[in-house]
């Protein structure tokens, strides 16, 4: 299993996308909006193993005394799959 933080820029995010049925939560455009609203950066978790693949967007944002947190954007999206995800990559 491979897990990879993304920018909204990364033309992996569209091509997983283009694959899926997806909201328009799930948009790097939509994570990019509400990650200037919280003073974040708009970025997407992937994760990937035989043929499936996961993606949650997230805003990674600063939190006081140093250090990061990561929420989803303004709490709608949830994990996206696509490929051939099976009950045992989803439990994963």
Known sequence: MKAELVPSTSPRWS???????????????????????EAGVASAAIVEAAGATMLVPLVIRPIAGG?????????????????AAGPAFVAD
């Open 67 to 83: 250090g990061r947190d990561a929420t989803s954007p303004y709490g709608f999206p949830g994990p996206l799959i696509a490929g």
């Open 15 to 37: 091509a997983i996308l283009d694959s899926a049925r997806h909201d328009f939560y799930h948009l790097p455009a939509y994570t990019a909006l509400c990650a200037d609203l």
